[in-house]
């Protein structure tokens, strides 16, 4: 058996070696604290962007030289999704929609036989090009509380073939509108672009593409 000093030795080592144990952890707690962040979570750097304001729409073309260059043939087959709603015939039938012989020009709410919207017959006045321009880009933007569920067209070339098209309905076509002339200014630029580029004379658009289809629609 062991004697008192023998175990005293024992005891002795074991307390030492767990008193060393301790001793570690204590320092390695003082020197590896992990910080608590005040909130719970992981923080994300993100970098700040200057605010620029909400983006800016597209501008569009105005109208006038897009009808005046516009195709009606094209506008015809733009419309085959149209005949299951509306005629397009001279006394044609309503259906879903009214018939649309001679709309250019013609008031609203004004075909008869027709039950218009009640948004449609406050809305008032006359189907216009430019009114039937807008009313195609969006309808239910145009006239909140329509009943037509058409979506619209986007595209502005498209919505000038088609009013091109809807203008032909007619027994006397209503004239096309006046093409706004260009400033002396602008004319001053055109002619020194010409003398510089030399596109003006060799492309052949300027002479038969736009002003060709232009006396082509209006005939």
Known sequence: ????????????????????IQAVHL????????????KPGFEIEVKETPASGPAAAPKEEPFEPLLASANAERGQAATKPCEACHTFEKGGPNRVGPNLWGVVNRPRASESGFNYSAAMKSKGGTWTYDEL????????????????TFAGIDRERQRADVVAYLRTLSDNPPPLPQVAQPSEDSKSDS??????????????DAK??????????AK
């Open 191 to 204: 002619k020194t672009d010409a003398k510089g580029g030399g596109d003006a004379k060799g492309g052949g």
């Open 208 to 217: 038969g593409g736009t002003s060709g289809d232009a006396k082509e629609n």
């Open 1 to 20: 058996m062991l004697d008192t000093f023998e175990v005293n030795k024992v005891l002795g080592a074991v307390l030492g070696t767990f008193l060393g």
């Open 133 to 148: 321009n807008n009313f195609l880009a969006n309808p239910r933007r145009d006239i909140p509380g329509t009943a037509m």
């Open 27 to 38: 320092m390695a707690g003082a020197v590896f604290a992990p910080q608590v962040p005040a």
